[in-house]
């Protein structure tokens, strides 16, 4: 992947002009949109704007700045704000979940605080929103309820003794859902895949009558706002891919395919980490979905796409591997078939879903948000799949028989 060429800022190789162009597209273009303390908005000049992004910059060489063992120097605690039993206490006389056992901090997510919260009825997760306000909530919150409603493994968010299913805890929303069983699979096989792919489709057809409409928040208005930020970053080939990228996307958004595909509530967002297992390798049990935060109305398709490249890969190279892709595929088209204007709109699909995670990747990368401590994702993954996906053929969606 091509970086811009550096100068030295501080005995360190920075290039100003690649702060400038960052500088200025993300003072107008997003400086409504970042918020809370070390993110762009904090600042109060341009200065100290100037001296975050060279430190970004600066703090990393370019030849090594996607090098895995300083992507695992960042910290990865996810936990950031505190919760005492005290406090536990007191949210839990809101709901009717029994008493107060014990609670546990998770060390995963990247804006949320996460806890075990276990009581004398059940096991749960209580979330604190770090970043998402109360007032954006309710599509995610009521999604898995609908959803858990229509027996889809969801977590299900708890019902206050007041009928909301929202909480505020030290001035933050926060919500207590069911804990499911299992946990994530690393390297899953066409058994998992199959049941992913079954349960998608599950998932898409019982959130047809859902009531709430909220469009994917990091669908191609937010590639079309971020690509002019992180392209300062970039060069040669990489620029040029990521360019072209989006000018096709752009246009297969007019064709009259796209506005004819299949779409509803979608997780956006279903990597192998965010479905869990149970059983055993050879007879795996699916023990549900997790972390609808990124959830939004978008093409099922979109969806489908995420999946498969994250699923159904090498992971060295991105290249599909058409035994998994194939299990995926065909355990999901036979809950609900892949429409005509689907087959035809695949590969472009798969170009886009890749498309979206490398913009993201390269945007937490060079300007994290404000609540992620996690480390960053290497972006160069999606690079690598994006062009695996430009260059060579891509194995067609199964039809009916």
């Known amino acids: 992947m091509a970086r811009a060429p550096v100068g030295n800022v501080g005995g360190v190789g920075v290039n100003e002009s690649v702060i400038d162009s960052a500088l200025n597209i993300a003072t107008k273009k997003l400086g409504e949109l970042i918020r809370g303390n070390g993110s762009i908005a904090h600042f109060s000049c341009q200065s100290q704007m100037r001296a975050r992004l060279s430190e970004r910059l600066g703090k990393i060489t370019p030849t090594m700045r996607f090098n895995p063992l300083i992507l695992a120097s960042f910290p990865k605690m996810a936990v950031f704000t505190p919760v005492s039993e005290s406090d ?7 709901y009717s979940l029994g008493e107060f056992l014990s609670l546990k901090g998770i ?4 804006e949320n605080s996460n806890y075990f919260l ?27 309820h609908h959803l858990a409603e229509r027996n889809i493994p969801v977590p299900k968010p708890q019902t206050r003794q007041d009928g909301s299913r929202i909480a505020s805890l030290h001035n933050k929303p926060a919500a207590i859902v069911s804990k499911l069983p299992g946990s994530y699979v690393v390297s899953p096989t066409a058994a998992h895949c199959a049941l992913t792919g ?3 489709a599950q998932a898409h057809l019982a959130a047809v009558d859902f009531p709430i409409h909220q469009k994917n ?3 191609l208005a937010w590639w079309q706002e971020t690509v002019p930020v992180v392209l300062p970053f970039l060069t040669g080939p990489a620029r040029d891919l990521l360019t072209t990228s989006l000018a096709e996307q752009v246009t297969r958004a007019q064709s009259l395919d796209w506005k004819a595909l299949p779409q509803g509530p979608s997780h956006c967002d279903l990597f192998r980490d965010n479905v869990l297992f149970a059983g055993t390798t050879d007879s795996p049990v699916l023990g549900g979905f997790i972390d609808f935060y990124f959830a939004g109305v978008d093409a099922w398709l979109f969806d489908v796409a995420v999946c498969i490249n994250d699923w159904c890969i090498e992971h060295t190279t991105g290249r599909i591997i058409p035994e998994l892709a194939s299990a995926w595929l065909q355990a999901y088209s036979r809950v609900r078939p892949f429409s005509d204007q689907e ?7 798969l170009r886009a879903a890749a498309l979206r995670f490398w913009i993201s990747r390269l945007y937490d990368f060079y300007l994290p948000r404000p609540a992620q401590t996690l480390k960053p994702h290497d972006p160069t993954h999606f690079e690598r799949i994006l062009s695996q996906r430009t260059l060579h053929p891509i194995q067609a969606l199964p039809k009916e028989s």
Not at 88 to 94: F, M, P, R, V, Y
Not at 343 to 349: D, G, T, Y
């Open 118 to 144: 276990r009581t004398t009825s059940a096991e749960y997760v209580l979330t604190i929103f770090e970043v998402l306000k109360a007032e954006q909530l309710p599509f995610y919150i009521e999604l898995m």
């Open 88 to 94: 536990a206490h007191n949210l839990l006389s809101q």
């Open 107 to 110: 060390a995963a997510g990247i």
């Open 198 to 200: 079954a349960t998608l």
């Open 343 to 349: 087959h035809r709109l695949w590969p472009s699909m």
């Open 217 to 219: 928040l990091r669908g």
